[in-house]
Nanobody, 119 residues
Framework: QVQLVESGGGLVQAGGSLRLSCVVS????????MGWYRQVPGKQRELVAA???????NYADSVKGRFTISRDNAKNTVYLQMNSLKPEDTAVYYC?????????????WGQGTQVTVSS
């Protein structure tokens, strides 16, 4: 059974930085795409960033230039470095694993970690 455990969320002031981590077990990590979604209550979940098994990355327009996704296959871990945070980045962030980025919505999800950015 695939398990994804996120960490690194918290409260930060606008302009600050956070790094989220997600450790995966129960799957062949290096063969899967990884991604980060976020969701605000009452709004549709948004794919923030994704990285393929080969290392190609995609970003939502709202985070381009501020967020960086990376992966360490030796540690079965994916990271999301978030810089220049804005209050509108406040959300629950979920780590997701899927065979391909295109199928990520239907993949395996972590429990989520809260990120709150104060103005």
């Amino acid at each position: 059974q695939v398990q994804l455990v996120e960490s690194g969320g918290g409260l930060v002031q606008a302009g600050g930085s956070l790094r989220l981590s997600c450790v995966v077990s129960g799957s062949i990590f290096s063969s899967n795409a990884m991604g980060w979604y976020r969701q605000v209550p009452g709004k549709q979940r948004e794919l923030v960033a994704a990285i393929s098994s080969g290392g190609s990355t995609n970003y939502a327009d709202s985070v381009k230039g501020r967020f960086t996704i990376s992966r360490d296959n030796a540690k079965n871990t994916v990271y999301l470095q978030m810089n220049s945070l804005k209050p509108e980045d406040t959300a629950v962030y979920y780590c997701v694993q899927a065979p391909m980025i295109a199928t990520m919505l239907f993949g395996s999800w972590g429990q989520g970690t809260q990120v709150t950015v104060s103005s």
